[in-house]
C-alpha cells in the first residue's frame, strides 16, 4: 500500500514538474498553501506572513497570519520610560493612538488585551465596566482610547517580569480587523 502511494506522489512530480499547490486569495487569514511535498516545502505564495507552515515528506501546509493594522499605542502617556513597579496595586494605563487614518471608535474594547490579559473592570461589583475611556490624550485634535490593565493581573500571569522590556498590546475592529500596538517599559523594583 505504501509503496503505491510513493509511486503515485513520484508520478504526480513527474507529470507536473513540480508539486501541485493550491492557493485562493479569499482563504486569506486561513490555508495559503498546501500541496505534495515529495522534494520540499510545497511551493508557497510569497507576500504573506505565515503563522505556521507544517511539512512532512509526502506534503505541507502554510496558513496565513489575518491581515492586521499596527496601531501607536503609549503606555503611561506623558511619561517617559514607562516605569512600572512590579509591587503596584493599581492600573496601567495605555493609550491607544488616533490618527487621520485610525478611528480608535472602531475598536471593540472588549477584543483589547496585553499577552493575555483583558481591560481592567471598574466601577460597582454589581455593575461593572470594562476600563477604558474615548479622550484626546496628546491634543493633536484626533481621539484616542485610554485603556486601563489590572498590574497585578499582568504579573501573575508573567505578562510583567522583572525582564520585561516591552508589551504588545492587540485588538480587533468591529470588522474583526486585527490590529497590534507596542511600547517599552521600564521595571523598577
Ligand atoms: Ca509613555
Ligand atoms: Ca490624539
Not at 513540480?18 to 505534495?36: F, H, I, Q, R, T
Request: with cysteine; net charge negative; hydrophobic share 45%.
Amino acid at each position: 500500500m505504501k509503496k503505491r502511494f510513493i509511486f503515485f506522489v513520484m508520478a504526480i512530480v513527474v507529470l507536473f514538474g513540480v508539486p501541485p499547490c493550491a492557493y485562493d486569495a479569499a482563504l486569506e487569514g486561513k490555508v495559503a498553501a498546501w500541496g505534495w511535498n515529495f522534494f520540499g516545502q510545497c511551493n508557497v505564495p510569497g507576500g504573506n506572513d505565515f503563522v505556521a507552515i507544517a511539512g512532512s515528506w509526502y506534503n505541507s501546509l502554510a496558513l496565513v497570519c489575518p491581515p492586521y493594522i499596527t496601531v501607536t499605542i503609549d503606555i503611561k502617556p506623558g511619561g517617559d520610560p514607562n516605569s512600572i513597579n512590579l509591587g503596584d496595586h493599581g492600573l496601567l494605563p495605555v493609550a491607544i493612538l488616533g490618527t487621520p487614518e485610525f478611528d480608535v471608535t472602531t475598536i471593540n474594547p472588549e477584543t483589547i488585551d496585553i499577552g493575555g490579559v483583558f481591560l481592567a473592570e471598574r466601577g460597582s461589583q454589581k455593575a461593572p465596566k470594562i476600563a477604558y475611556s474615548l479622550e484626546d490624550v496628546d491634543g493633536d485634535g484626533y481621539i484616542d482610547m485610554m485603556t486601563f490593565f489590572d498590574v497585578q493581573e499582568l504579573v501573575s500571569i508573567g505578562t510583567l517580569t522583572g525582564g520585561t522590556t516591552e508589551l504588545l498590546l492587540s485588538a480587533a475592529l468591529d470588522d474583526d480587523t486585527q490590529i497590534e500596538g507596542s511600547d517599552s517599559v521600564n521595571i523598577v523594583h
